[in-house]
């Protein structure tokens, strides 16, 4: 039984993996901490929308244009920013997203205050959820090539990465451009079904939630990263039974999950991990080891002592 | 009306550094971002809110006891919410994201408990005016620049000069090592929370006296100013909390009076990144050297 | 390894509750009652004008069921708080469509949330009044989509041409909170209307909703020698811009809106606001009937609290539809409609409202207020007309 409103939830779920998925490779993958990624958001929505509703170009196409602005400033913060390290990049991507929010609010073609209305109801379900996928496998695409292997290098220790030859810059860069395309494909798919947009909705707040959902389901973990955006999505709506205590429950839940589980509820588990779990379970204990298999970023590598400092 | 705009930030930045100050600190020893810092400023100034408005207590009493309230407060959070993060093996995010849901547990209690409105704080002290020139600054606007000047220098002196303050920097280097040298790291992260969860109820009352209003949401983007302010001198430099605040107000102010008020945040954070680029420690932050 | 699977077994575990918790039926309402859904935020940033409108909704629904219900039945009110976040609003919208199959809506109070919910109300069939978005675009949604609040294109003018030839204020300083579509709004009519009477707006300035400190315009506005400021927005900033110009020794009024127009902006501003000059849909020192009735009825349900605007449109907005409902005699959306969109003159407690013909409110008529010791007093009343 999946009526119009769980049908609604569920394409909201998707919207949020595709974008937790690119803070996923910015700070779950790279270690680059970033508190700006509800601007990317923002930027990949408002351009989308401008370009469907001034321009009359098709949905598609749109999406396109709004990951792609995304990405291109993804890369003009990614250069002068990127030299600054852990929460100094920090503060500087959430000074980068209210410098965003306070521009559309003065911008005449974003609607300042009144923000954009009456964009048409192009993304359902289908659209979200094939492009949900999409994103999935280049994840896991990524993931597995050099590329994906630079980005782990940083995270783990940039300066034997440098050491060993990863231009630490030009991939922390690479990883900013692929990370804020997917929020600004995000953005765009959330534009074109809410049919709606304001620069208050993409406060430092949105960043923060998209965050929880990277860290919750745990850092640099595909399978992880989507659970955690699901249950996130899924919180607040089941939340509703507990009324007015909802969002105590929430604030709650999260320092409860971050006890219970402070490397994110599927920390360190990758697909190929899964995979070798239902190896396991069909073919009785004859798996192959942990992180054994050719995946590249197996759960061992994963799983390895993470930078501890508190 | 150059002068007078320089007043107007230099209080404004006291009000921000008031609360860097307890931000500074916490994330000086254990180098978390904690973003609750926020909140306890805002419960603060509902304690000597509630003090003075229900109960009749002198204002003097009540910034006492909001920072007493504040600074069990505080303990209490570090003991439910960070403590236990900090036996696992986990990384440091997961304890920033449990600051968040801290924050959001606190901001909603009190507004579940108070309603969304602003309330009025009262006028608890009479205003005089001295003129400067063409300027004029008025007593709670050096009460507030002196207070926060006060409490950075005392708490200088007791990271410093002292032997709790000696155990919290050793702390702040190296955890483990203090640990082994024979420092209750548990207990001197705690006063770490207690010291820094009292500056921040100092400031909200304060804060609350200067602008006359209190209201449950005036935590957040007071917490993201006063964390600017931080990283802007430093973060984990006690003068540079001061110095970040007051340059980040001035900056705000001056902005608005000379460029445009529609633009006044975007104008903040634009010289933040200008200084990050220019200072990637901050102002008066050291490099950490990074072992290979 | 094995710890590794208890984990991935306990975060499975979470989902499929979760899920459950999901398609567990939502509280049941026994079959005699019918469901006017509530919209609006009750916490987060916008939280007060959600909390007030739902406050007046619940005491219109009290009344309305003290004397029997409507058609035979109970009116119940299904309440989520939206937190102001558009996907919230967007999923409590369809919830109350699928779920709860709620027969009105009443809310959002802000714009934005409005927008965003009334395409869903108006593919469902689902009358909605926003009981306090002001900006353009809303009522065009659809056919289902209404209003109660004031127009401020009467209001604006009107106040404007009190301040310039009555009390012979001829300089304005013009201040704008940016991120408050409302204010956006009304600046521009504010404009408008000093510009043709006369009048000369020698500064403008911006704020944002939930500033504390305005110290930096104030010092500027002081030096281009006003006569008045005019501020577009909502009481509380109102009320500390006016304690600012107060400390600075800018001795000059306030003009705005009926976002100015509530208790707490004397009670914040103290002597700072006095007279102050603003419209309003109803006037506190010279209460109609109704208006007493409500203020009185409040005060006494919610402990002496004083009711604000979005109190009062909240309850407005239950009773027209409670109204249009005994009118039509049934809940056939289209009869209930064709119902709504009839109301005429009707003696609301935020003014006598009309609907025009393309579902716009027009409240006639506005009363034009001022601050005098302390309490708000009556200066004069304007008769609107279509």
Redesign the interface.
Known sequence: ?I????L??LT?MGINVIMALGLNLI?GVTGQ?SLGHAAFMSIGAYAAAILTLNYGAPFWLALLFGALVAAFFGVLLGF??L???G??L???T???G??TR??L??LDIAG????I??IP?SSNFSTVWILAVLSIVTMVFVGNSRLGRAFLAIREDE??AE?MGVNSTYYKIQAFALGSFFAGLGGGL?AH????L????FG??KS?EI??MV??GG?GSIPGTI?GA??LT?????L??VR?????F???????M??F??????G??HFS??RN?LIRIFKGSAGSP?GGSRGGTG?GED?K?????? | MFLQQLINGVTLGSTYALIALGYTMVYGIILLINFAHGEIYMVGSFIALILVVSYKVNIVAAFFAAMLGCMILGVLMERIAYRPLRHKNSNRLSALISAIGVSIFLSNLVLMLRGPQTTRFPDVIEYQFYSIGPAQISNLQILIIVISAALMLGLQYIVMRTKVGKAMRATSMDMQTAYLMGINVNRIVAITFAIGSSLGAAAGVLVGIYFNAVSPLMGTMAGMKAFTAAVLGGIGSIPGAMLGGVLLGVAEVLGVAYLSSSYRDAIAFGILIIILLIKPSGILGQRALKKV | MSKKRLSALISIGLVVVLALGALLPMAAFAAGELKIGFLGALSGNVAIYGTQSLKGMKLAVEEINAAGGVLGKKLVIVEEDDRGDKTEVANIMQKYATQDKVFAVVGDPTTGATKVAAPIAQQNKIILISPGSTAPGVVEIGDYIFRDTLLDSVGAPAIAKYAIQTKKWKRFALITSINNDFSVGLSKLFEAGIKKYGGQVVIKESVSDGDTDFSAQITKIKAAKPDAIVFSAYYTEGALIMKEAQKQGLKVPMVGGDGLTAPPYIEIGGKAVEGSIFYNGFSPEQPTANTRKFLDAFAKKYNGEVAELFAAQGYDAVKIIAAALKKAGTTDPKAFRDAVAATKEFPGASGTITFLSNREPLKSPVYLLTVKNGEFGLLAKVPVKE
């Open positions: 039984m009526n119009a409103y769980y609604q939830v909201i700070t901490l002068p920013t030299r600054l390290s929460d100094y920090a503060i500087a959430m000074g980068f209210e410098i306070v521009i609010l003065n300042r205050a009144l923000g209305s009456g109801h300066i034997a050491a959330y079904y809410i049919t709606y304001n620069p208050s909705d430092f707040m923060i965050l929880n860290v919750l850092m659970l699901g249950v899924a919180v607040p709506e089941v509703r039974a007015e205590y909802r969002m105590l929430y604030g709650g839940l999260l320092v409860f971050m006890i589980k402070p490397n994110g509820l599927l360190g588990v991990t899964i779990w942990a759960a799983a002592t993470r930078v501890q400092e508190g």
